[in-house]
């Protein structure tokens, strides 16, 4: 019962028909994709003498052309792709996130604990070194917390979520675009550090628009490949059944920062850590949902109950579009908003493996979903805990590099 607001398709990838392509060969020329195989929407740019190419990123990259980029990226980013390429590298390796995680732990009833031992051993069995991404998370929480204090700009608009990155460059414009946090998403922090360690990385996201993330031109290929959750349950049914895996409890992060850890949403919780940051001794924090509880402002005041700043949690792109609206109206108040474009947040992704139930929701599931992501861990030692380095990403739009600079 999982929603597809993530999908690319949803979130007007394919915008409008008439748009001129925006590359300067394209025009009134046959389209030809790289690999002939792949089967397009239908082809609005009439056939003459002259053919051009386009990569996979000059599509995605398109403010509006010819196809959805998700029938593209399902067919170059499977798990077939996956099995094959393992095979032809002598170091592969694999990053799971707690929320892909625990959507498989919920169908095949395990614990989170215990389904991460019995990814260990099938990807063990495939020569692949499997990682927690929650350290990695951990990285782009404190990189965002560095940024949020040395920014003068305001609101300053959390930019891990693709979907929302992906709505935000094909719709909007610079007056919005130079908002958005440059620090790089978990995912895309794992593959800078670890392409270092392993010649081939791949990931297990909740979002098919991770995919779209991975090939981004200014990602440098730190990420090969991109498979959902739901692409990957059969393969760790098959397995469990092959290797009669036997599963352990085994030590897994909390997403602790500075001994405070937050879980109220089914994301990453930016903003928590964000106003825990700036919070002073006796200074209390109050939330107020506005139109939906996907529309949370959230309150600092002083010891005096005097307010000091706003923040908000922006999930959904309905909610997107109001707060869109409340900025180039400029009555927007917060200082920070963490955004995502699926209901509910990450738990609730389009590539989370579908419930069977007819009664089980959304709205039930999650919370079950997230008992699970964040039970049974323990405080241990984070690689990373003193990475000091910041890995900031770009968007398009953006005429002035200046305006990047804090």
């Not at 980013?77 to 996130?97: D, R, T, V």
């Not at 550090?193 to 779209?212: E, G, R, S, V």
């Not at 085994?250 to 930016?270: F, G, K």
């Amino acid at each position: 019962m999982f929603s597809s607001t993530i999908k690319i398709s949803s979130v007007s990838d394919y915008i409008v028909p008439s748009q001129d392509c925006i590359k300067p060969l394209m025009k009134n020329v046959k389209l030809q994709l790289d690999d002939p195989s792949i089967q397009l929407k239908p082809n609005l740019i009439q056939n003459q003498n002259n053919v051009a190419k386009v990569s996979l990123q000059d599509c995605l990259a398109c403010s509006g052309c010819v196809t959805t980029a998700e029938t593209i990226l399902i067919q170059t980013q499977s798990l077939e792709e996956f099995l094959q390429a393992i095979k032809k590298y002598q170091n592969p390796a694999i990053g799971i996130s707690p929320q892909a995680r625990a959507s498989l732990s919920y169908v095949l009833n395990f614990t989170d604990s215990e389904m991460h031992s019995i990814l260990q051993q099938i990807f063990q069995e495939m020569n692949v070194k499997l990682y927690d991404m929650t350290e990695y998370m951990k990285i782009a929480i404190n990189n965002s917390i560095q940024e949020f204090k040395q920014t003068n700009i305001t609101p300053l608009l959390c930019s891990e979520c693709p979907g929302w990155v992906c709505y935000a460059e094909k719709t909007l414009d610079e007056s919005i675009i130079n908002h958005m946090s440059k620090v790089k998403s978990p995912q895309q922090i794992f593959g800078a550090i670890q392409k270092k360690n392993h010649d081939y990385i791949a990931t297990i996201m909740p979002c098919y628009d991770k995919k779209l993330e991975a090939v981004r031109q200014e990602n440098n290929e730190d990420i090969n490949i991109v498979l959902s959750t739901r692409e990957i349950e059969q393969l760790v049914k098959d397995y469990i059944q092959k290797l009669n895996i036997i599963p352990k409890q085994i030590e897994l992060q909390t997403m602790a920062i500075y001994d405070q850890e937050y879980h109220n949403i089914s994301s990453n919780n930016y903003v928590d850590y964000i106003i825990k940051s700036v919070m002073k001794p006796n200074w209390t924090v109050k939330q107020n949902i506005r139109k939906n509880k996907d529309f949370i402002e959230i309150t600092i005041y002083n010891e005096n109950m005097e307010q000091q700043s706003i923040f908000a949690r922006v999930f959904g792109l309905k909610n997107i579009a109001n707060l869109i609206s409340q900025m180039k109206t400029k009555t927007c108040k917060y200082k920070y908003v963490e955004i995502m474009a699926c209901p509910l947040g990450c738990l609730n992704g389009g590539g989370q493996i579908q419930i069977q139930k007819n009664t089980e929701k959304a709205n039930d599931l999650i919370p079950k979903l997230k008992e699970i992501m964040i039970s049974q861990k323990i405080q241990t030692d984070n690689q990373y805990q003193n990475e000091q380095n910041m890995y900031l990403t770009q968007f398009k739009h953006i005429k002035n590099e200046n305006n990047f600079q804090w």
